[in-house]
């Protein structure tokens, strides 16, 4: 449940309503925006039920929660949350571009990239070292080298690196390397993974899986809220579907139903969302349009030589083409009087 707390109240009444919580064995998380504050209570509520929190002084309503997320529930916070990557604030007001190619290769190829996605106007720069494949045969990434090979070209053109962790036990090397660990599709409810990367304390950019539903992708996000780390990113990358037409069905719906439903950033990957270059600046610009706070875009200085995903990977000239557009429709959101949430 959360309480929401009339505008203008006191900082006592505040107080009283969280420590009646606490000294119920519960916790709060306390947000405050420009007109209300809400207390988001977390643990077992029938521990609550002789406290009628409803009548204390200052507070307006208490609203119980039917989902099974609380923290991730966009009720819980009076606005959005803005995730600071490395200086890179996503979420809220911001567009943000992640690029780079689908896996760390050869040493020039991603230094190649890095120097793209910078000269386009990216903000952080993508590349998976640990890949996840679905035939053991196929390139399965360079793994600690590639990770120290992404770092060095992020750190050369100054663009904080995303990565994936597969394996709680490489969480804490991504970590020291990496701004923000992705999850990928295949591990959104591998709940040990999820907790042993929130505990890093690095943000994470945390993938739907690729036949989740939106409530059990909130409720993988909620693991990582709950084991104390607040800065989840979700991205969206295309579900399975019958059609075989794409590689995936990109969900653009659940764009701007996260929006309502939670305060975490979402951002879309049209690149698995599609499987196919060709489509993905459509896609992106859609989903920007849909609502989404960014896009990650697999981009390859020579797609044909890609060692993985050749097929969805835009070239430097098409993202330095793409940004403008996504930048022009966010510009023309924001102006817009229409309100997402
Ligand atoms: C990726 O982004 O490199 C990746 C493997 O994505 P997904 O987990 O969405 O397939
Ligand atoms: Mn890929």
Redesign the pocket.
């Known amino acids: 449940m959360f309480v929401v707390l009339r505008a203008g109240c006191t900082p006592e009444e505040r107080n009283r309503v969280v420590r009646a919580v606490e000294d119920a064995g519960l916790s709060v998380q306390v947000s405050e925006g420009h007109h209300r504050i809400v207390i988001g209570i977390v643990g077992d509520e029938d521990r609550l039920r002789d406290v009628a929190l409803d009548s204390f002084p200052g507070v307006e309503k208490v609203v119980p929660l039917r989902r099974p997320y609380r923290l991730a529930a966009r009720e819980t916070r009076a606005g959005d949350t803005v995730i600071d990557v490395d200086g890179v604030e996503i979420g809220g007001p911001n567009l943000t571009i992640i690029a780079g190619p689908?896996?760390v290769e050869h040493e020039e190829v991603v230094f190649a990239a890095a120097r793209a996605a910078k000269k386009a106007g990216a903000h952080l720069l993508?590349?998976?070292a640990f890949?996840?494949r679905t035939t053991p045969y196929h390139f399965r990434g360079l793994g600690e080298k590639g990770l120290r090979l992404l770092a060095h070209a992020g750190a050369e053109v100054g663009l904080p690196i995303v990565t994936?962790a597969m394996d709680t036990r490489h969480v804490d090397l991504i970590a020291r390397h990496a701004a923000l660990i992705?999850?990928?599709?295949?591990?959104m409810q591998n709940f040990p993974l999820l907790e042993a990367a929130a505990k890093t304390g690095r943000p994470i950019l945390l993938?739907?899986g690729?036949a989740a539903t939106v409530t059990e992708w909130l409720c993988a996000a909620e693991y990582i809220l709950n084991a104390g780390n607040g800065q989840v990113i979700l991205?969206e990358?295309?579900l399975v579907s019958f059609d075989n037409a794409v590689r995936?069905h990109l969900d653009l719906s659940c764009v701007p139903l996260i929006r309502r439903l939670s305060h975490l950033p979402i951002i879309v990957?049209p690149?698995?969302g599609t499987g196919r270059e060709n489509l993905v600046p459509a896609m992106a610009r859609a989903a920007i349009a849909a609502g989404a706070h960014g896009v990650?875009l697999?981009m390859h200085p020579e797609p044909e030589r890609a060692l993985?995903?050749a097929g969805q990977a835009i070239r430097p000239e098409e993202l330095e083409a793409l940004i403008p557009d996504l930048s022009a429709i966010h510009d023309v959101l924001r102006r817009s009087s229409y309100s997402i949430v």
């Open positions: 689908c896996a993508r590349g998976g890949k996840p994936e992705q999850i990928g599709t295949r591990n993938k739907r690729r991205c990358r295309g995936n990957d690149s698995h990650m697999e993985s995903d």
